[in-house]
């Protein structure tokens, strides 16, 4: 089998359409190639550099875009129509922003001014018409909706305690020692100032009442629920990610607690069922205790009730200390 030309330089490592594939010369037959791919109706992306360049010789091929394939179909969807971003519940998603379940599987989310250009050929969509510019940031060539922003559409698809939810996963402190990402994905005030500037959008009152609870310090939407349960239910608001002795820059911490009263909040999720995280977690609640200190432990259980049980269990000790 004949290996296909190598197509353009100007074509490679993006999403390109059949006209500007004309335009260049590659002529309709080399789009049916083994090598290309449609993602949507009039748009198509190399699959991998196959092609032999045959004026420069093979060595010279470039690195080929090794994006998921999902990010191939937004950046053909975003390169057809330039008014058009990757928003809602799909930007969230590239931010590896955890969502409620209810989103497993749905359409793509996009924003835009205008036309959609949509064809029967294309996934199934969901268009935001927009009403004005939003701040947009670059994902491996997908333009989509800043950080801050999502949060403010996101308030006319989620609850308030969701919408908390998502703004304390935009504001969390990643674990530098064990994380690529250094720094929050947005500062509270940031949060702030989105909400402030998306009046008059569906949801945006939710989005005011969320963001007043938003805090820095949760490092899963479980442990978000906890601190809302207890809030709720009159007690003081925890302090997050509570240290034993703050003075000490290796010692151990806690998700959750009030040092006035020595009380440690743990959510357990599944990752501290392994052996080598649950001895993690045992020397540090042994250090707590070692202190003076009384640890209580939240599960999945817990998590599905709504803290219900766990909150009384919280209220009927902080009634002993």
Same mark, same amino acid.
Request: with cysteine; aromatic share 6%; charged share 25%.
């Given at each position: @089998?004949?290996?296909?030309?190598?197509?353009?330089?100007a074509?490679?490592?993006?999403?390109?359409?059949?006209?500007?594939a004309l335009?260049?010369?590659?002529?309709?037959?080399?789009?049916?190639?083994?090598? *290309?791919?449609?993602?949507?109706?009039?748009?198509?992306?190399v699959?991998?550099?196959?092609?032999?360049?045959?004026?420069?010789?093979p060595?010279?091929?470039? +690195?080929?875009? !090794?994006?998921?394939?999902d990010?191939?179909?937004l950046?053909?969807?975003?390169?057809?129509?330039? !008014?058009?971003?990757v928003?809602?519940?799909t930007?969230?998603?590239?931010?590896?922003l955890?969502?409620?379940?209810?989103?497993?599987v749905?359409p793509i989310?996009?924003?835009g001014?205008?036309?959609?250009?949509?064809?029967?050929?294309?996934?199934?969509?969901?268009?935001?018409?927009?009403?004005?510019?939003?701040?947009?940031?670059d994902?491996?060539?997908?333009?989509l909706?800043r950080?801050?922003?999502?949060?403010?559409e996101?308030?006319a698809?989620l609850?308030?305690d969701?919408?908390?939810?998502?703004?304390?996963q935009?504001?969390?402190?990643p674990?530098?020692e064990?994380?690529?990402?250094?720094e929050? @994905?947005?500062?509270?005030g940031a949060?702030?100032?989105?909400?402030?500037?998306?009046?008059g959008?569906t949801? *945006?009152?939710?989005?005011?009442?969320?963001?007043? @609870?938003?805090?820095?310090?949760?490092?899963s939407?479980?442990?978000?629920l906890?601190?809302? +349960?207890?809030?709720?239910?009159?007690?003081p608001?925890?302090e997050?990610? *509570?240290?034993l002795?703050? $003075?000490d820059?290796?010692?151990?911490? +806690?998700?959750?607690?009030?040092r006035?009263?020595? *009380?440690?909040? !743990?959510y357990?999720?599944a990752?501290?069922?392994?052996?080598?995280?649950?001895?993690?977690? $045992?020397?540090?609640? +042994?250090?707590?205790?070692a202190?003076g200190?009384?640890?209580?432990?939240?599960?999945?259980?817990?998590h599905?009730?709504?803290?219900a049980?766990?909150t009384?269990?919280v209220?009927?000790?902080w009634a002993?200390?």
């Amino acid at each position: @089998m004949r290996t296909p030309d190598l197509l353009p330089a100007a074509l490679r490592g993006r999403p390109f359409t059949r006209a500007e594939a004309l335009a260049l010369g590659v002529a309709d037959s080399r789009l049916r190639a083994r090598d *290309i791919r449609r993602v949507a109706h009039g748009t198509y992306e190399v699959l991998h550099h196959s092609g032999v360049d045959r004026s420069i010789g093979p060595a010279d091929a470039a +690195a080929v875009d !090794q994006a998921a394939p999902d990010l191939g179909l937004l950046r053909a969807l975003c390169a057809r129509n330039p !008014q058009v971003w990757v928003s809602h519940v799909t930007a969230a998603r590239l931010y590896g922003l955890r969502l409620p379940p209810r989103f497993g599987v749905g359409p793509i989310h996009l924003s835009g001014f205008g036309r959609s250009h949509r064809s029967p050929a294309d996934p199934p969509i969901r268009l935001h018409r927009a009403r004005r510019a939003v701040p947009l940031a670059d994902h491996h060539g997908v333009s989509l909706s800043r950080p801050h922003w999502v949060f403010v559409e996101m308030a006319a698809l989620l609850t308030v305690d969701e919408l908390v939810v998502l703004g304390d996963q935009l504001v969390r402190e990643p674990h530098r020692e064990l994380e690529v990402q250094k720094e929050p @994905m947005v500062g509270v005030g940031a949060l702030r100032s989105a909400v402030r500037r998306g009046r008059g959008r569906t949801g *945006i009152v939710r989005a005011r009442e969320a963001v007043e @609870m938003v805090r820095v310090g949760s490092d899963s939407p479980p442990e978000t629920l906890m601190r809302l +349960a207890l809030v709720r239910a009159g007690l003081p608001e925890p302090e997050l990610q *509570i240290p034993l002795r703050p $003075e000490d820059r290796y010692r151990p911490v +806690a998700d959750a607690g009030y040092r006035e009263k020595k *009380i440690v909040l !743990q959510y357990e999720g599944a990752h501290h069922f392994g052996p080598e995280q649950q001895a993690k977690d $045992e020397r540090r609640n +042994a250090d707590f205790r070692a202190d003076g200190w009384e640890v209580l432990l939240a599960n999945r259980t817990d998590h599905r009730d709504g803290f219900a049980q766990f909150t009384r269990r919280v209220l009927q000790l902080w009634a002993t200390r």
